[in-house]
């Protein structure tokens, strides 16, 4: 199981959108889990957009183009990112259909979509969480209810990754993931 968050230059645009126009990765972290939740690997690294951050990402993320100015662009970690899936068969994010929709923007600049090596299930802990509370939550609200502690770095991916993952080993204790 791999799971994983970005941190992005913005939200997506209208579908249809000119893809120049769609944002990118700046933050990626993914922590690949065996059988029994424990980690066996992580991947994180930042990406330089090429293009200075918009103030309200720089506001939320706490990331500056000062941070990334010495970074390389998504394309650089592509063979990286690739080892990291290949032969995975779980995906896992809160909100996955965003960070999907955003590394899957990542690979089309580059002409890689079809080369990538997706897992083959899709959990999104949104939509999990839905059937679980009733209602779609925030990730550090459902992280405070599990633990019962504050999430730390919030909006950051690795930080984000990491209280998913205490998220993913209530539901499964829970009986709420197979």
Known sequence: MIVFDTETTGLPKAEGSSLDQQPKIIEFGAVKLDEDLKEIDRLEFFCHPGYDLPPIITKITGITDDKLKDEKPFVAYYQQVCEFFLGEKTLV??????????LKFELERIDKLTKFPWPYEH??????????????????????????????????????????????????KEGHLA
């Open 123 to 172: 959990i999104c802990t949104v939509e999990v969480g839905e059937s679980v509370w009733g209602k779609k939550r925030k990730l550090g609200d459902i992280y405070e209810e599990v633990t019962g502690a504050n999430m730390k770095g919030a909006h950051r991916a690795t930080a984000d990754v990491e209280a998913l993952i205490e998220i993913v080993k209530w539901y499964k």
């Open 93 to 102: 994010a809160h909100n996955l259909p965003f960070d999907r929709k955003i």
